[in-house]
């Protein structure tokens, strides 16, 4: 098959997607199923994290496994926000509270991205293993930190009753257009990123993931590439955080859970690792299946839907296993770009040992 | 400060120490032999609880289910290796942990569909329901010194099978140069097998004394598995002495956290600002502690490999 119209397919299914999702308002309001705006607007926003983590995981090539920490803090940012407007008293007595969205979204930012940069610098002093484990500890201890804030109601969290405001005529309490916000957002990221990987940037992060040892050797700081890319997500995680908390009213603790992290990674993998349109596709697909899943199940078998996790867990098993070029790779093999095969992130070449990521010696 | 405060602050910390080490020596075996970071390490003490509890009630008698849940809990390793983590050795670290993370989740639900949601109690056994007196006019829970000295016992044994017999030194050989250990003639993929179910019979001790204590619940593998994680990365990956000192350190730092820092702050702050900034801090000490590890030394306090 050739090159150009496997491109020209190719655009034809990733235009299509995107045509689905300007329209998909106008077809849930048609069916009067108001329910699945407000449900894509929640897919679109954890895409945005899934999407940051993908630039670490996918193109970084380092596992945190404490992404939702970035999440829950720029949740917080505005959750945090909200009380201080709300009883006029100002933040760590600095401060003022407030509720405007274009602030408060780029102080999420700020807020995780600083917060990132911090628990950057010292677990990219470590790789492979350690660098899972510590990602992880890191987020559970500003779980933990959440919880241990009476002010901030420790585990219950913050109900955030009242969307940020906008400017003008624009107004986060319609559901359409707050679905047009995230999915404006989203196009612009995955846009942003799809430009970052190609650039001198994205090239040494690649780089240093595929042969960190060789990327230094010819003169580049891996680490302050890493810690930059760690830094970006950290950003956007927060961002997509801030409009978390505005789609569904509260910002607790529970943000930060380490199951939420794997969550992100699920949605990352699942999707389609290092491939701009894939961790969209995969918190596409968790929250779909985390939705209608329970709901076949019980269709099945009635009140075993309660269960389905049971179902998910073998299932990631075999799809880590089997199908790790994800759903971004179907999609791929579907466009005529050659037979979907066992993914590599450096062909192997003949004679070349299985490669692994060392972590010691 | 009261010394009956802290001598009884000092045991909680070593009884905490002992339960992760239990916990943290399989897991860093684990590691060190197979490269395999194993998420699912939780759920085996989970169900280590879960199988103490049911044999307990079953034979009416802590002990005989303990006894009973650790080999059945080895078998359960065993089966998880055997089925689905043999297949993940020659994988990337990312596979592991999300394959691992499945398990989670199945065993989880697995879990929750036998036993049900509601946790279940599950008492210490009578002759060590009562207290003794450690040092005079200082008393002590009785089972939580037994799990003490258990945890030691286990260490010594540990040391004692890794550095003395002849198992022990196919494991130090398959943890320091597997290629060449197979070259000599150590099956590796059993040597491994017998390991892993070595490890998921510690968790399942731990989880068994841990239910006696706490109560046995679902999620119960999580919490202590994250402090496991802590545990190992402050003592080195993959060394087994480095499991113990870390294990005490971080139940220590805990426990001592809990207890006083809220006090200490009291002499320099305000107290309701004491407490709240002592709360905080003290639920993050650990985690600060293991910075500051990660700092000095980023291998951890004992390095497994040179």
């Known amino acids: 098959m050739d090159e150009a119209a496997t491109r020209r397919r190719r655009r034809l299914i990733y235009g299509g997607l995107v045509g689905f999702l300007l329209v998909l308002p106008l077809l849930a309001e048609a069916a009067g199923q108001g329910f699945y705006i407000s449900f894509a607007t929640r897919v679109l926003i954890l895409a945005l994290a899934a999407s940051s983590l993908n630039l670490i995981l996918g193109y970084g090539g380092l596992v945190s496994f404490g992404h939702a920490a970035y999440v829950g803090i720029g949740g917080y940012v505005v959750g945090i926000a909200f009380v201080h407007a709300g009883d006029g008293t100002p933040i760590l007595g600095l401060l003022p509270g407030g509720t405007d969205a274009l602030v408060l979204l780029a102080a999420a930012m700020a807020v995780s991205g600083l917060v990132a940069a911090v628990i950057g610098a010292i677990c990219l002093r470590t790789r492979g293993v350690a660098f899972i484990m510590i990602t992880l500890a890191f987020a559970q201890m500003l779980f933990f930190f959440l919880v241990s804030l009476r002010r901030y109601n420790g585990e219950d969290g913050i109900a955030v009753w009242q969307r940020s405001t906008l400017p003008g005529p624009l107004d986060l309490n319609e559901p359409v257009q707050f679905y047009y916000l995230v999915l404006g957002l989203l196009l612009a990221?995955?846009?942003?990123?799809?430009?970052?990987?190609?650039?001198?940037?994205?090239?040494?992060?690649?780089?240093?993931?595929?042969?960190?040892?060789?990327?230094?050797?010819?003169?580049?700081?891996?680490?302050?590439?890493?810690?930059?890319?760690?830094?970006?997500?950290?950003?956007?995680?927060?961002?997509?955080?801030?409009?978390?908390?505005?789609?569904?009213?509260?910002?607790?603790?529970?943000?930060?859970?380490?199951?939420?992290?794997?969550?992100?990674?699920?949605?990352?993998?699942?999707?389609?690792?290092?491939?701009?349109?894939?961790?969209?596709?995969?918190?596409?697909a968790l929250m779909g299946m985390e939705e209608f899943l329970p709901e076949l199940i019980d269709a099945l078998h009635d009140g075993a839907g309660d269960y389905w996790k049971i179902v998910l867990g073998p299932l990631l098993i075999v799809i880590v296993l089997f199908a790790r070029r994800g759903l971004a790779g179907v999609i791929e093999a579907a466009a005529g770009a050659g037979a979907l095969r066992l993914p590599r992130l450096i062909p192997r070449r003949p004679g070349q040992p299985p490669r692994r990521r060392r972590t010691r010696r | 400060m009261d010394p009956a405060l802290v001598v009884e602050q000092t045991l909680n910390g070593f009884q905490l120490g002992v339960m992760l080490f239990l916990m943290a020596a399989g897991l860093t075996l684990v590691f060190g032999i197979m490269d395999l970071i194993n998420l699912a390490h939780g759920s085996l003490y989970m169900v280590g609880a879960y199988l103490t509890a049911t044999f307990a009630q079953a034979f009416d008698s802590f002990l005989l289910g303990l006894l009973l849940a650790l080999p059945a809990a080895a078998l359960v390793g065993v089966i998880v290796e055997v089925t689905a983590l043999r297949t993940l050795y020659r994988r990337a670290h990312l596979d592991q942990v999300l394959a691992t993370f499945g398990l989670i989740l199945f065993f989880n639900e697995l879990v929750r569909m036998i036993w049900g949601p509601v946790p279940i109690r599950l008492d210490p056994p009578d002759f060590l329901a009562g207290q003794v007196e450690v040092l005079p006019g200082i008393p002590y829970s009785a089972f939580r010194l037994a799990i003490i000295v258990v945890g030691i016992a286990v260490a010594i044994g540990l040391w004692a099978l890794i550095a003395r017999t002849r198992l022990g030194m196919r494991i130090r050989a398959g943890a320091s140069n597997r290629p060449m250990a197979t070259a000599l003639g150590v099956d590796i993929a059993r040597l491994f097998t017998v390991v892993f179910a070595l490890g998921a019979a510690l968790a399942a001790l731990a989880g068994g004394m841990a239910g006696a204590v706490l109560s046995v619940e679902v999620g119960m593998g999580e919490q202590i598995l994250l402090l496991t994680f802590v545990v190992i990365v402050i003592g080195g990956i993959g060394s087994v002495r480095g499991a113990f000192f870390g294990a005490l350190l971080v139940g220590l730092v805990d426990t001592y956290g809990r207890a006083f820092l809220p006090d200490l702050l009291r002499l320099v702050l305000e107290p309701a600002v004491a407490d709240g900034v002592g709360a905080s801090l003290a639920s993050m000490a650990i985690y600060l502690v293991m910075a500051l590890v990660l700092v000095v030394r980023p291998r951890g306090l004992f390095p497994a490999h040179g």
Do not use: C, K
Not at chain 1, 227 to 240: H, N, Q
Not at chain 1, 258 to 277: E, H, K, N, P, Q
């Open chain 1, 189 to 284: 990221l995955l846009y942003g990123l799809n430009r970052l990987v190609a650039s001198r940037f994205g090239r040494a992060l690649r780089a240093a993931r595929d042969n960190e040892g060789r990327a230094q050797a010819l003169g580049f700081s891996t680490f302050r590439y890493q810690l930059t890319a760690f830094v970006l997500a950290g950003a956007v995680a927060g961002l997509a955080g801030a409009l978390l908390v505005n789609a569904t009213g509260f910002v607790a603790p529970s943000y930060l859970h380490w199951t939420r992290s794997g969550d992100l990674i699920v949605m990352v993998v699942l999707g389609g690792m290092g491939t701009i349109a894939g961790p969209t596709l995969g918190a596409a």
